[in-house]
């Protein structure tokens, strides 16, 4: 056990892993300010840092992945990228609601 996973409990490959997709992510989206390139960053790193493993077994318990670690730091790459996608989504429907605040009817 590596010191990093003794203190805060996350495998220190899963958290390079994240903040490499979130410096991908922050790459990709053309760097729109210092404080989003960050906040990707840190939301990669702790996503990768505490879904990785999970992720990782069920994808080797149900797809025909092979168990090594390389595939097991893909892994934390892509969960971390993935959630920065979805907060990224999220957060810009918030904003668009936000500027026109309507409930669903259900006058049809």
Sequence with gaps: MDPIEGFIGIKLTHLIAGVAGGTVRAFLSGFDDWISAVAAVVV???TAGYL???VYKMATANFP???EAGTEHAVGFLVGLTAMMLC???MRAAR???KSPKLPSNNQ
Excluded: R
């Design 44 to 46: 990669g790193s702790l």
């Design 52 to 54: 990785t493993t999970p």
């Design 65 to 67: 992945v092979p168990a």
């Design 88 to 90: 990224e989504g999220v």
């Design 96 to 98: 668009g609601w936000s």
